[in-house]
């Protein structure tokens, strides 16, 4: 499994296999904490081989620098299926999220794991606005 693609960005959907995304970002300006971000999405792209067919698990956390959740973790039960002639295919998760509580200043991680297994992390930055 590769991960082709992993965003958070303001909008996100997948139209029938097209994965339209609006808005990448990685820095949330506030003038003061704690801070709600109204709605967000992760966008994810995953290519699989065909040896990897079968249900499959994607779990999406953020948390702070102390490793505590910012939120819930994301359990996206997904079906890694192959088309005939195919030795490869792509499955996409589009998870929105719904305000987002940022306690303080700082560095966070958004994890990506696949059945238990870390496969990518991408930062989120709190800043005070000037």
Known sequence: MKVE???LCDFAADYGGKLSVVGVFD???SRQMPAVHPHCCLAVKLRFEKIEEGQKRVR???SDNDGKPVLPAMEIP???VMPPDARTNTIQVVANIGGMKI???GEYAIDLALDGRHE???PLFA???N
Do not use: C, D, K, W
């Open 120 to 122: 990518g992390s991408i």
């Open 78 to 80: 997904i079906n890694v």
């Open 27 to 29: 820095t949330i300006y």
């Open 5 to 7: 693609l992993f965003a």
């Open 60 to 62: 999406l956390s953020i």
């Open 127 to 129: 800043r005070q606005m």
């Open 103 to 105: 306690e303080s200043y």
